[in-house]
């Protein structure tokens, strides 16, 4: 059973940096992709970056730029540096594994809070 476990949340002022990782385990993960997804207030999820297997790297609209997902296979970990952070950034932040025929994996989160 694929298991996605996020950390690196927290609080930041705008215009800070926070790195996020997710370790995923249960899994081969050479399949599919992996990515980061963002809750925030009131909106409905929306997808932040998307890496799949040939580390070829998609990004939502909002982040513009300002985002930087990377993996490491070997270590079956991914990770979203986020430099310029804003207040309209602060949400939960869910790790993403999908697979063909099999769908989505979700972690349980973690909050990133976007403040002065």
Known sequence: QVQ?????????QPGG???????????????????????CPGKEREVVAIIDSSDTANYGESVGGRFTVSRDKAKNTIYLQ??????????VYYCNYWRP???SSWGQGTQVTVSV
């Open 4 to 12: 996605l476990v996020e950390s690196g949340g927290g609080s930041v």
């Open 101 to 103: 025929a099999v769908g």
């Open 17 to 39: 940096s926070l790195r996020l990782t997710c370790v995923a385990s249960g899994g081969r993960f050479n399949v599919g992709h992996m990515g980061w997804y963002r809750q």
């Open 82 to 91: 986020m430099n310029g952070l804003l207040p309209e950034d602060t949400g």
